[in-house]
C-alpha cells in the first residue's frame, strides 16, 4: 500500500514543525506549506516535501491540497496577546486561508480535514472573573468572542462545520488552549506569556536587573499546554468521531504572577515584579474544562505545567545566549 500523504499548512510554525516530525516518524508522505521563507521556518525536515506558498490564495490552496488524502490546516496570523489586540485585520484575514483551503480540500477530494481552533472563541462574559469556571464548549455561544482573532476563528469553525453537513467533507476542529515549548516563538512581538515570562527572566538575570515588568496586574489566571500533549491531542481528534468543536488544552490553572514565580524559582532568582496595567493583557480568567475530551478520548492534556517550563526555561536560555553572542538562533 502506498503511504498516505498530508499536508500540514503552516508547516514552518511552532506547531506545524512539530507535527510535520511526528507525521514522518509515522511513516506518512509530508507536504509542509509556509508563506515564511524556508530560512526562517522554525523546522525543517529534508524527507518532507517543503513548499513557500501563501494559502490565502485559492491557486495555492489547490496546488497544496493536490494528490493530498489529509489536510491539517495550521496556517494563521497569530501571536500573544500585544499581537493579536494590535492587528485584528490582519488575524481577521486568516480567514482566506482556512475558506480556500476548504475549497480546495473539496475539490482535490481530500479523505480529511482538521483545523486549529482557539480558546479565544470563547465569549468574553465567561471570562470576566479571575476565578473562572473552565470553559466548556458550549460556553462559545452566544458569540462574544476575542475581537478579530477570536472572530476568525469562530466563523472558520462554522465552515468546517457547514462543509461537513453540506458536502460531506470530513472536518475536524479543536479549540487549543495557550501552547507553549522550545522551538516557539520568544521574542519579536508574537511570543506569548510562557516564553515572554521565560525571556524577561533570562534577561534580568543575565543583566543583573532586580525588576521585571508584568502586563496586567498579574491576577489574571491562564492554562497552558506543553507541545506534546497538544500533538497528541490533534491527531487523536482527527481519527475520533468528534464532531463539534472540543477543546484542547490543560486544566491546570495557574495566575500570571504564579507563572513568574515558578519560572524565577526554575531559573534560582526572585524579582521584585513591577505592573504595567496599560499593556494588553487579555480575558481576567480562562481555563479548559476537559470533560467532553476525556469522555471521547479517556485522555486530556496533563504534563505538568512546572515541567514543560523548566524545558522551555532551558531551550530559550540556551537561545537568549546565542543570541547575545551574536550567533544564529
Ligand atoms: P505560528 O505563528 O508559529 O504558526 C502559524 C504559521 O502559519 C506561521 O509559520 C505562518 O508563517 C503561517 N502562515 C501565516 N499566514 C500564512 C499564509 N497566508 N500562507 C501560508 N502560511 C501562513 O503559530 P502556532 O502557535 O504554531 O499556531 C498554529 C495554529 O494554532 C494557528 O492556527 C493558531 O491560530 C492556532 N492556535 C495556536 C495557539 C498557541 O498557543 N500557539 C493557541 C490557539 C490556537
Same mark, same amino acid.
Given at each position: 500500500?502506498?503511504?498516505?500523504?498530508?499536508?500540514?499548512?503552516?508547516?514552518?510554525?511552532?506547531?506545524?514543525?512539530?507535527?510535520?516530525?511526528?507525521?514522518?516518524?509515522?511513516?506518512?508522505?509530508?507536504?509542509?506549506? /509556509?508563506?515564511?521563507? *524556508?530560512?526562517?521556518?522554525?523546522?525543517?525536515? &529534508?524527507?518532507? !516535501? %517543503?513548499?513557500? #506558498?501563501?494559502?490565502? =490564495?485559492?491557486?495555492?490552496?489547490?496546488?497544496?491540497?493536490?494528490?493530498?488524502? /489529509?489536510?491539517?490546516? *495550521?496556517?494563521?496570523?497569530?501571536?500573544?496577546? &500585544?499581537?493579536? !489586540? %494590535?492587528?485584528? #485585520?490582519?488575524?481577521? =484575514?486568516?480567514?482566506?486561508?482556512?475558506?480556500?483551503?476548504?475549497?480546495?480540500?473539496?475539490?482535490?477530494?481530500?479523505?480529511?480535514?482538521?483545523?486549529?481552533?482557539?480558546?479565544?472563541?470563547?465569549?468574553?462574559?465567561?471570562?470576566?472573573?479571575?476565578?473562572?469556571?473552565?470553559?466548556?464548549?458550549?460556553?462559545?455561544?452566544?458569540?462574544?468572542?476575542?475581537?478579530?482573532?477570536?472572530?476568525?476563528?469562530?466563523?472558520?469553525?462554522?465552515?468546517?462545520?457547514?462543509?461537513?453537513?453540506?458536502?460531506?467533507?470530513?472536518?475536524?476542529?479543536?479549540?487549543?488552549?495557550?501552547?507553549?515549548?522550545?522551538?516557539?516563538?520568544?521574542?519579536?512581538?508574537?511570543?506569548?506569556?510562557?516564553?515572554?515570562?521565560?525571556?524577561?527572566?533570562?534577561?534580568?538575570?543575565?543583566?543583573?536587573?532586580?525588576?521585571?515588568?508584568?502586563?496586567?496586574?498579574?491576577?489574571?489566571?491562564?492554562?497552558?499546554?506543553?507541545?506534546?500533549?497538544?500533538?497528541?491531542?490533534?491527531?487523536?481528534?482527527?481519527?475520533?468521531?468528534?464532531?463539534?468543536?472540543?477543546?484542547?488544552?490543560?486544566?491546570?490553572?495557574?495566575?500570571?504572577?504564579?507563572?513568574?514565580?515558578?519560572?524565577?524559582?526554575?531559573?534560582?532568582?526572585?524579582?521584585?515584579?513591577?505592573?504595567?496595567?496599560?499593556?494588553?493583557?487579555?480575558?481576567?480568567?480562562?481555563?479548559?474544562?476537559?470533560?467532553?475530551?476525556?469522555?471521547?478520548?479517556?485522555?486530556?492534556?496533563?504534563?505538568?505545567?512546572?515541567?514543560?517550563?523548566?524545558?522551555?526555561?532551558?531551550?530559550?536560555?540556551?537561545?537568549?545566549?546565542?543570541?547575545?553572542?551574536?550567533?544564529?538562533?
Amino acid at each position: 500500500m502506498s503511504k498516505k500523504t498530508v499536508l500540514v499548512a503552516g508547516g514552518g510554525g511552532f506547531i506545524g514543525g512539530y507535527l510535520v516530525s511526528r507525521l514522518l516518524k509515522d511513516g506518512f508522505q509530508v507536504r509542509s506549506v /509556509d508563506i515564511k521563507p *524556508l530560512d526562517q521556518w522554525y523546522q525543517v525536515f &529534508g524527507d518532507a !516535501e %517543503n513548499v513557500v #506558498a501563501d494559502l490565502k =490564495l485559492i491557486e495555492s490552496c489547490n496546488a497544496a491540497c493536490d494528490g493530498v488524502d /489529509d489536510v491539517y490546516n *495550521l496556517a494563521a496570523d497569530m501571536g500573544g496577546m &500585544g499581537f493579536i !489586540e %494590535n492587528n485584528k #485585520a490582519l488575524c481577521m =484575514l486568516s480567514v482566506l486561508i482556512n475558506t480556500h483551503l476548504l475549497q480546495a480540500a473539496l475539490d482535490a477530494r481530500v479523505d480529511r480535514f482538521f483545523y486549529a481552533s482557539s480558546a479565544c472563541v470563547y465569549n468574553a462574559d465567561k471570562q470576566k472573573s479571575e476565578d473562572v469556571i473552565p470553559l466548556k464548549e458550549a460556553d462559545a455561544y452566544p458569540a462574544m468572542p476575542e475581537d478579530g482573532y477570536g472572530w476568525e476563528k469562530l466563523f472558520s469553525e462554522r465552515m468546517c462545520r457547514h462543509f461537513r453537513e453540506d458536502y460531506g467533507l470530513y472536518t475536524r476542529v479543536a479549540r487549543f488552549h495557550n501552547v507553549y515549548g522550545p522551538l516557539g516563538t520568544w521574542d519579536g512581538g508574537r511570543e506569548k506569556a510562557p516564553a515572554a515570562t521565560c525571556r524577561k527572566i533570562i534577561h534580568a538575570k543575565e543583566t543583573g536587573a532586580s525588576e521585571v515588568e508584568i502586563w496586567g496586574d498579574g491576577k489574571q489566571t491562564r492554562s497552558f499546554m506543553y507541545i506534546d500533549d497538544c500533538i497528541k491531542g490533534i491527531l487523536a481528534i482527527m481519527d475520533s468521531q468528534i464532531l463539534e468543536p472540543i477543546n484542547l488544552g490543560s486544566d491546570e490553572i495557574t495566575t500570571i504572577e504564579g507563572l513568574y514565580d515558578m519560572v524565577e524559582e526554575i531559573a534560582g532568582v526572585k524579582f521584585k515584579h513591577n505592573h504595567d496595567l496599560t499593556a494588553p493583557k487579555g480575558v481576567n480568567g480562562r481555563n479548559s474544562d476537559n470533560t467532553l475530551i476525556k469522555e471521547y478520548l479517556g485522555w486530556a492534556p496533563s504534563i505538568r505545567l512546572r515541567d514543560g517550563m523548566e524545558k522551555t526555561y532551558q531551550w530559550i536560555h540556551s537561545e537568549y545566549l546565542k543570541k547575545h553572542a551574536g550567533q544564529p538562533v
